[in-house]
């Protein structure tokens, strides 16, 4: 069959909503976005573990800490659907992790920003996930089925995320005049980051178009950041907190939220890898990596003398 | 070991002419690809869900209970090393696939019954 035969026949899949499979034809360019999408997402869930690692210590009762100890392994089992899913693209595990740690590979910038209290663990769950479920329900319908299959399941799991993070919140903003101010310091910090997270403005984003057209994204970003703002303006009144916007106002006649300009400088800061926590969360994959190498080698060699005993 | 191995990912891997890049790697002291297999519960069949690496079938069993069971998803777990899966080419479907959407007659709406056979 001629290229443009198959492509025509990509396209006619894509038109009618039949996912495209990992054996099936494909442009070479929607395999490429799809690789840099779907690793990208992968590395933002293994990376997002270090944030809230650090407070499964210090996690205020024996109950948080479970509850924090099984978020952290769903972001670890998050992680592998995606790096699962991201191979059957024909990309190894290895090459994907040495793009993460040569930095030609991004994560989510929001985890380059640091966890100073108690509280910043309920904003993660409340904002960060919710900011993330917004994307990834809207990515359980993406046009490639292994990364669709991978984001039903994620979603499942999610939805627990933040509904804990919220009631960290809640149960800070009923607390002392302390315990309070720790909330609204945290929601403070979060908010902005957390708008961040959906990534520039449809007129600016390079990738946004094409990714439209493939079904790769069914909702531009700033779509989905209208929607989550729409969302937490209304939470937040549940918390008895403040949105640390002055423009945040309802606006009648779009039916939506207005809200503030996010600062550009700061997020284009943040991604080239100036952020408050960027060598640090870096330096920590890297260790964990190098350190484990030994016991990937010393399981490899275990396996091998097990298979020949039995074959003894 | 200094041999160099193309991998297949329960038949995942782009042909050659699919577009992409064959991907050729060196193998190190990779673990191989495993498929991970559920049954839900007792008396339905054993469902693909994804995938792990891990160097032996007993580390594949512990780390898919670890990565696809943390909610009661299963009662039982398969793990199959993902290179002794053969999967169909999409590129034949039609001929595996079409030959049955001419057979109605294989299907029970087929037969028009008068109402007082109830329920054949």
Redesign the interface.
């Known amino acids: 069959?001629q290229?443009h035969d198959?492509e025509k026949i990509f396209e006619q899949k894509i038109d009618n909503e039949i996912k495209i499979?990992?054996?099936?034809?494909?442009?070479?360019a929607y395999?490429k976005t799809n690789i840099r999408q779907v690793s990208q997402h992968a590395h933002s869930e293994i990376v997002g573990m270090l944030p809230e690692g650090a407070w499964i210590s210090r996690a205020p009762s024996l109950k948080r800490k479970a509850i924090l100890i099984?978020k952290v392994?769903?972001e670890a089992?998050h992680g592998?659907?995606l790096y699962?899913a991201c191979?059957?693209?024909?990309?190894?595990?290895?090459?994907t992790i040495n793009d993460l740690h040569s930095g030609k590979a991004k994560y989510s910038s929001i985890f380059n920003y640091p966890t100073k209290s108690w509280a910043d663990i309920g904003a993660i769950g409340w904002l960060v996930d919710g900011a993330a479920i917004m994307n990834q329900v809207m990515l359980t319908r993406t046009s490639y089925g292994p990364y669709a299959?991978?984001m039903v399941?994620i979603c499942k799991?999610e939805s627990f995320h933040q509904r804990q993070g919220f009631e960290i919140l809640l149960v800070l903003s009923k607390g002392t005049d302390e315990q309070k101010a720790m909330c609204q310091d945290a929601v403070d910090r979060w908010w902005w980051p957390s708008l961040m997270m959906f990534g520039p403005h449809d007129s600016e984003s390079t990738n946004s178009e094409q990714s439209m057209k493939w079904k790769i994204k069914r909702k531009t970003n700033d779509e989905l950041r209208q929607n989550f703002v729409d969302m937490c303006a209304e939470q937040v009144k549940v918390l008895g907190m403040k949105i640390p916007d002055d423009k945040l106002k309802w606006n009648e006649e779009r039916m939506h939220y207005d809200f503030g300009e996010i600062n550009w400088d700061e997020f284009w800061n943040v991604v080239k890898g100036n952020g408050p926590c960027n060598k640090e969360r870096l330096d920590a994959r890297k260790k964990a990596w190098d350190e484990g190498e030994w016991v990937?080698?010393a399981?490899?060699?275990?396996?091998e003398k097990?298979?020949k005993r039995k074959a003894a | 070991m200094n041999n160099y191995l193309r991998k297949f990912y329960y038949g995942d891997i782009p042909e050659d002419k699919a577009g992409g890049n064959i991907v050729s790697s060196e193998a190190k002291s990779d673990w191989p690809l495993w498929e991970v297999f559920i049954r839900s519960k007792q008396g339905l069949d054993h469902k693909h869900v994804g995938s792990l690496h891990a160097a032996d079938a007993q580390m594949a069993m512990e780390n898919a209970r670890d990565v696809y069971t943390r909610r009661m998803e299963g009662v039982s777990l398969w793990v199959v090393e993902s290179k002794y899966i053969h999967a169909s080419n999409p590129e034949e479907a039609g001929e595996l696939f079409e030959p049955a959407a001419d057979k109605i007659y294989r299907h029970p709406t087929f037969y028009d019954l008068p109402e007082e056979v109830n329920q054949m």
């Open positions: 069959m290229t198959l499979e990992p054996k099936d034809w494909m442009p070479e395999r099984a392994q769903d089992g592998l659907y699962s191979e059957t693209l024909g990309i190894t595990r290895e090459e299959r991978a399941r799991e990937r080698e399981a490899a060699a275990h396996a097990r298979k």
